[in-house]
């Protein structure tokens, strides 16, 4: 992509409030930020911040009080379509199996389901999910619902991916090999990609860019570019490179949680 092309998400003094004139609170007050086409683009910040607040203000399922957002230098007047999400929870449905779990997009959108199909195995396939397309989720351990509910999201190969802490409930060992096929998905689909973490370290090992944001009302204090050569295997989170880049992002959520003033 060329530096010069535009971003394929815009957000310029972006406010959100919530409530009404008696109880009124503000979650995002001036969000200025920009995501490049193909990019990894991780937010980090506490809980409560407003990040994944963001992410809905961009899939379209929030319209926000004021500022401009725009995605393909369009403004959106409802859902995006040509993004999908990734949540914490899977969010399976327990009484379809894997496979039809994972072509449920395609049967909302009510495309042909043949060729869908054969994208559903490709993908469980990639995923090591080969063998348990006719299990269910209740037989599935909580990584390997995570990985199903992933397949699901690129069913369609929508191009743009909104991921709200799609590893945050898996346990340690499991998440980094979460975090590692994601990077090889990415690598190899080069989607647009806004991941929400509140690990620090999640972000600098999958990202080209983490920005950080301030406690409530969130603001993006910073954005630091993440130089590292890829594929980034688990061996490069040992290295002094990489500390400092995970070093830098913590003194910027330090520095924004002094900067944000305490609520009455």
Known sequence: MSAAAPPFVAIDDLRMCFGGARQRVLALDGVTLAVREREFYSIVGPSGCGKSTLLLLIAGLLMPTAGELLVRGQRLSGPYTDATMVFQQDNLLEWRTVLANVLLPAEIRQLPLGPYRQRALELLDLVGLRGFEQSYPHQLSGGMRQRAALCRALLCDQPLLLMDEPFGALDALTREDQ??????????????????????????????????????????????????????????????????????????????????????
Do not use: C
């Not at 990077?183 to 689909?189: F, G, H, M, S």
């Not at 003194?251 to 009455?264: F, G, I, K």
């Open 179 to 264: 975090q590692l096929l994601l990077q090889r998905i990415w690598l190899r689909d080069q989607k647009t990609v806004v991941f929400v973490t509140h690990d620090i370290r999640e972000a600098v090992l999958l990202s080209d860019r983490v920005a950080v944001m301030s406690p409530r009302p969130g603001v993006i204090r910073d954005v630091a570019p993440i130089d590292l050569p890829r594929p980034r295997a688990r061996e490069l989170t040992e290295t002094l490179e990489f500390n400092r880049y995970v070093g830098r992002i913590r003194r910027a959520l330090e520095d924004a949680h002094a900067l944000t003033p305490m609520e009455s």
